[in-house]
């Protein structure tokens, strides 16, 4: 679902403008880390250092809905 993030950043340097997606990748690369022993420190690796910026460049502006999990009657 979100493996053509890290494909498109390795071939030009390029993420997405699509929060949802970055966020998705990061959740995977979390996932990945973790699977992997943990034994580094997640936020030195470049992609993840770079997603994070990313991230960071495109909420500055953004405005998140906030949702419920219940409805309210």
């Known amino acids: 679902m979100v ?10 340097d390029a993420l997405p403008e699509d929060l949802d997606v ?7 690369e979390q996932r990945r880390h973790y699977c992997n022993g943990g034994l580094w420190d997640f936020t030195t690796e470049p992609f993840v250092a770079a997603v ?6 495109l909420a500055v502006n953004a ?9 309210r009657p």
């Open 3 to 12: 493996a053509w993030v890290r494909t498109a950043w390795e071939r030009s």
């Open 22 to 28: 970055l966020r998705a990748r990061l959740f995977f």
């Open 63 to 71: 405005s998140v809905p906030l949702r419920s999990a219940r409805r």
């Open 52 to 57: 994070l910026a990313r991230i960071r460049a």
